[in-house]
């Protein structure tokens, strides 16, 4: 059976960071391309961020670049999202999901960016 359990969320002012995590398991991690996706309060899901299989490329919607950072521990079958420089417009609930078809998802870490 697939999981993938989201943690790191939390409460943070704006310029604060947080990292987020999924573990992975019931499938080869290492052999999946993974992506994180948000939804913002009253709006529909966003695509955040996608990596590889082996971590070699990465990808970012224009509205978090430079300030986020996806990573994985392929070894350790985990995904990671680092985000600096939050901003109000962050909020929302953060998953996880394994591509290309975001077949499997988590059940979300919820983010809420304010002072």
């Known amino acids: 059976e697939v999981q993938l359990v989201e943690s790191g969320g939390g409460l943070v002012q704006p310029g604060g960071s947080l990292r987020l995590s999924c573990t992975a398991s019931?499938?080869?991690?290492?052999?999946?391309?993974m992506s994180w996706v948000r939804k913002a309060p009253g709006k529909g899901l966003e695509w955040v961020s996608t990596i590889t299989a082996g971590g070699s490329t990465t990808y970012y919607t224009d509205s978090v670049k430079g300030r986020f950072t996806i990573s994985r521990d392929n070894a350790k079958n985990t995904l990671y999202l680092q985000m600096n420089s939050l901003k109000p417009e962050d909020t929302g609930l953060y998953y996880c999901?394994?591509?290309?078809?975001?077949?499997?998802w988590g059940q979300g870490t919820q983010v809420i960016v304010s002072s």
């Open positions: 999901a394994t591509e290309p078809s975001r077949d499997y």
């Open positions: 019931g499938f080869t991690f290492s052999s999946a391309a």
